[in-house]
């Protein structure tokens, strides 16, 4: 049988545009203390203005809009419930202008094909300094099926990359630059992002020097953090060492979670 988690990694989910303010919104509802279906009704209310008619079917773009916002911020899945948490608890403290990193983790661990886009991207743009969307969906394709589906949906999450800032497009129909690449040196951020890259992996594992550098978060520029002092900041990450430069990064199951407490350390 397989288990919910494993069943996101073959998801793809990302069926439209996911604008950046609107993760921000829903972020900013929950942490006012709003329940789940007054952070609906208001996303509606505000949402909707985006969309070109007031007459949007059930299940229409508004509608599987708001659910693909609730699912990030507000009903995550359970194991990703604490992420979810610290997640908010990031937003609350952090300055504005690093909101976009905490958005960008979330979206990756909830739905694992937007770390896929971007690290296809983020490959494409280390090796020739742009990013073609036909190449990106070649490979998505390659790895989730030859379906017309995968390359609509890379669409949608490469629209969401261009609205975020990451991406720039050029004058070449489809094809993109790198946008903004913020550097991140808070090490409890640095460590969250760790995590939920780490939750965007099926085997939920990796190289430190890996996760630091990964190309499915091409947009920001991690300061060197040693696993051990990732480890020490969070209760839900673990340590295995492979040799001196090769620590090797991973989630510790719940069940050795549970005598660590807390969440991250101060």
């Known amino acids: 049988m397989i288990s919910p988690a494993n069943r996101r990694y073959g998801q793809i989910g990302l069926d439209r545009l996911v604008r950046l303010k609107w993760l921000e919104r829903t972020a900013y509802l929950v942490m006012a203390g709003n329940e789940a279906p007054a952070v609906k009704a208001a996303l509606q209310g505000e949402v909707q203005g985006s969309f070109r008619s007031d007459n949007t079917k059930i299940r229409g773009s508004l509608d599987k809009t708001i659910t693909i916002l609730m699912k990030i911020w507000v009903r995550p899945p359970y194991e990703l419930h604490s992420l979810q948490g610290d997640g908010l608890k990031l937003l609350s ?3 504005r ?8 983790g979330i979206a990756m661990a909830v739905y694992p094909f937007w770390g896929a886009v971007a690290a296809h991207v983020g490959r494409l743009l280390r090796l020739q300094g742009t990013a073609a969307a036909g190449q990106v ?7 989730y099926g030859e379906r017309e589906t995968v ?3 890379v669409r949608y999450v490469l629209r969401s990359f261009v609205d975020w800032g990451v991406l720039d497009e050029t004058s070449d129909k489809g094809v993109y630059n790198q946008g903004v690449a913020l550097s991140i040196q808070d090490p409890k951020l640095i460590t969250w992002l760790i995590e939920a890259s780490l939750h965007a992996r099926m085997n939920g594992s990796a190289a430190i020097k890996d996760l630091l550098d990964s190309p499915s978060i091409f947009p920001f ?9 990732l480890v020490s900041l969070s209760p839900r990450l673990d340590l295995l060492r492979h040799g001196l430069d ?7 199951e719940e069940s050795q979670i549970a005598g660590k407490g807390g969440v991250f350390s101060p």
């Open 151 to 153: 390359s609509r949906r």
């Open 93 to 95: 403290s952090l300055p």
């Open 221 to 229: 520029r991690l300061a060197h953090v040693s696993a051990e002092h």
């Open 246 to 252: 090769d620590d090797l990064v991973m989630l510790r």
């Open 97 to 104: 202008e690093d909101h976009i990193a905490v958005h960008w």
């Open 137 to 143: 969906q070649r490979r998505l394709r390659e790895q």
